[in-house]
């Protein structure tokens, strides 16, 4: 029975083998309003979710994960134990892309994942970090009150930004961030 971490490895170097040199792979991705890590999430010309469920998982949480992942990834993905699939497919909405990890840490896409059209803009603002929102705040030629908090900060961004612009910002924002000043830690791996 193959573990959680071998999937994520595998997973790892099958989806960055495919995404542009840039992009990097992120372990346990904090999802804003959540209280929950995206297992993968891969930040690139896109942001992608992806939610991990092994022979020893069950599905109790996933559909709140759903709903979550489905606020801030521009794609999200499930990656099922053969015995998940079923049930994760009534689940899940219908864009999601579903594969199904074999024993020998194989994957068969079942469906592939489509575009999200209800990103939540107030939930990926949320992403970013006091200081990335001011700077971002800044770039887009409104220099802040120094003093401005985050909350102010991801108002002004919001109103400033379209959707894609924010995402913009958001993937720039991740893609630099040292994470080890995380509160949450996650794992950040380049594509090499």
């Known amino acids: 029975m ?6 994520r490895e595998a997973l790892r170097a099958e989806v960055l083998a495919c995404a542009p040199p840039s992009a990097e792979a992120v372990f346990e991705f904090w999802v804003p309003q959540s209280n ?6 891969v930040i690139g010309t896109t942001m992608d979710g992806f939610e991990i469920k092994t022979e020893r998982d069950s599905l109790r949480r996933l559909p709140r994960q759903a709903d979550a992942y489905s606020r801030v990834f521009d ?6 134990a053969h015995r998940h699939v079923d049930r994760a497919l009534e689940i899940l909405p ?3 892309g579903v594969q199904v990890i074999d024993d020998d840490l194989t994957f068969m896409t079942l469906r592939p994942a489509e575009p999200n059209d209800s990103v939540d803009p107030e939930m990926l603002v949320r992403l970013l970090w006091r200081d990335e929102a001011y700077a971002a705040v800044c770039g887009l030629g409104t220099p802040p009150d120094p003093r401005a908090g985050r909350f102010r900060l991801w108002e002004m961004i919001l109103a400033l930004l379209d959707v894609e612009g924010l995402k913009q910002i958001v993937r720039d924002a991740l893609l630099i961030r040292d994470v080890s000043r995380a509160r949450m830690p996650s794992q950040r791996l380049a594509v090499s």
């Open 2 to 7: 193959v573990t959680e971490a071998e999937v």
């Open 94 to 96: 219908p864009w999601w």
């Open 75 to 80: 794609h999200c993905h499930a990656v099922l």
């Open 36 to 41: 929950g890590r995206a297992d993968v999430a």
